[in-house]
């Protein structure tokens, strides 16, 4: 028997149970549900710039100039938007030199993807020193091979609700960062035994290794805290759910979405995209009546898009001031 194997988990509260920060809810809890809610209850807000950005980005006829002005309060981000819109993956034909034109270039989408990781992005590398197990690298890499992914599905399967895959494809496994630095030596610990088993850790095997040792999930953890945080539901959800998008209540093709890109991204990642329909989820795989023929396609496409997520990961990580 594996010394992993601890009694039946207590999951997190769900947004839909808890939508609370964490004080307000804790003294319903259980004593574990304490102990895990306090390992990232100081965990800080985003910045409340980054919230007005956020919420005027999701207002129908917010103008671009109310955007760019926000944006240009931080020079960080400012730095980012102007180096992402001059990547070659938006092929401009004339360097991009205001923030105004280039939110137009990269919509308010995109923008809105970019300004939350790289906020959440600069918010956990503060704290990279105390994380033990998870290859940062890795990390944000897959969760923007994830984003492309999700945008590439999106157009392939023309789903309405896209505008918010790229987004929901950046943070679908944020709790897992926020587990890595506040968990101590438990993430440690399952980063190990993944290792030892050969799990890839972005499959299902490996969230219920993550409820063996520490009680809860990454999904768990990121949903609540992506209440926290007062994201759309829209993406909450992909967070909580995007391991079993059957489950989601409220944004279901969008959930199933996210899900297939993970898998696309992973598949890309593991086995340099190559394919078999057995590296896939058949559930998802059927939500979308997909043929071997289209998935394929998708691969081909993520590959082809392998530049973009190298330049969008040198402009997440660019110290822009």
Request: aromatic residues 8%.
């Amino acid at each position: 028997m594996s010394e992993f194997q601890d009694p039946k988990p207590i999951p997190m509260p769900t947004p839909q149970e808890h939508p609370l920060p964490a004080a307000a809810v804790s003294p319903i809890l259980s004593k574990r549900h304490e102990i895990i809610l306090k390992r990232i209850r100081d965990i800080p807000s985003l910045p409340e710039v980054v919230n007005r950005i956020i919420q005027l980005l999701a207002t129908p006829g917010t103008p671009a100039s109310e955007i760019a002005t926000l944006v240009s309060y931080d020079p960080g981000l400012t730095s980012k938007v102007l180096r992402m819109v001059n990547s070659a993956a938006y092929g401009v034909q004339r360097q991009v030199s205001s923030i105004q034109h280039g939110i137009m270039i990269l919509g308010f989408n995109t923008v809105r993807g970019l300004v939350l990781s790289a906020s959440i992005f600069k918010l956990f590398e503060k704290q990279k020193g105390k994380a033990i197990g998870l290859d940062h690298q890795a990390f944000w890499e897959h969760s923007i091979l994830t984003s492309v992914a999700a945008r590439v599905a999106a157009n392939r399967l023309r789903i309405p609700e896209s505008d918010d895959a790229f987004s929901a494809g950046m943070l679908h496994d944020i709790g897992k960062m926020v587990m890595d630095v506040h968990f101590h030596g438990d993430y440690a610990n399952v980063m190990r035994e993944a290792k030892k088993r050969r799990l890839p850790w972005h499959g299902e095997a490996f969230l219920r290794l993550e409820e063996s040792v520490t009680g809860t999930t990454h999904t768990g953890i990121g949903s609540y805290l992506a209440a926290k945080w007062r994201l759309p539901i829209t993406i909450t959800e992909v967070i909580q759910f995007h391991h079993a998008p059957w489950e989601a209540e409220h944004c279901q093709p969008l959930v199933y979405l996210v899900a297939l890109a993970n898998e696309l991204a992973q598949v890309q990642q593991d086995h340099l995209g190559i394919y078999q329909r057995s590296y896939f989820s058949e559930p998802i795989l059927e939500y979308f009546n997909l043929e071997d023929e289209m998935v394929q396609a998708m691969l081909a496409e993520l590959k082809a898009e392998m530049e973009s997520v190298g330049e969008f990961m040198d402009s997440l990580s660019q110290q822009g001031h």
